[in-house]
């Protein structure tokens, strides 16, 4: 079992920046992609980011190209999501996940799952 805790939600400002964490216990993450969604109210849960379990490959929603940034530190167990430039549209509670294998952008692929972190972006 993996248990994935996300932090480092909270309001900023379009524009701004914001670095969400995914600490992973349980199982070292280093044999799992990993991958962050988000969903906003009322909308269904959405594809952000992923990131192969090497950290080699990452791929990206074409809403969040160029903006976002996707990584991992293994020895620390932890995954990220570096925001930058938020846009009141990236408003939502976002969620890191793990899965065997490679990358997905689905999220019903995923095992493994965390309790979310709400963002919300203000203009």
């Known amino acids: 079992q993996v248990q994935l805790v996300e932090s480092g939600g909270g309001l900023v400002q379009a524009g701004g920046s914001l670095r969400l964490s995914c600490a992973a216990s349980?199982?070292?993450?280093?044999?799992?992609?990993m991958g962050w969604f988000r969903q906003a109210s009322g909308k269904e849960r959405e594809f952000v980011a992923s990131?192969?379990?090497?950290?080699?490959?990452?791929y990206y929603a074409d809403s969040v190209k160029g903006r976002f940034t996707i990584f991992r530190d293994n020895a620390l167990n932890t995954l990220y999501l570096q925001m930058n430039s938020p846009k009141t549209e990236d408003t939502a509670v976002y969620y890191c996940?793990?899965?065997?294998?490679?990358?997905?952008?689905?999220?019903?692929?995923?095992?493994?799952w965390g309790q979310g972190t709400q963002v919300t972006a203000s203009s």
């Open positions: 996940a793990a899965r065997a294998g490679g990358t997905s952008n689905s999220p019903g692929s995923y095992t493994y």
């Open positions: 349980g199982r070292t993450i280093s044999n799992y992609a």
């Open positions: 990131i192969s379990f090497g950290g080699g490959y990452t």
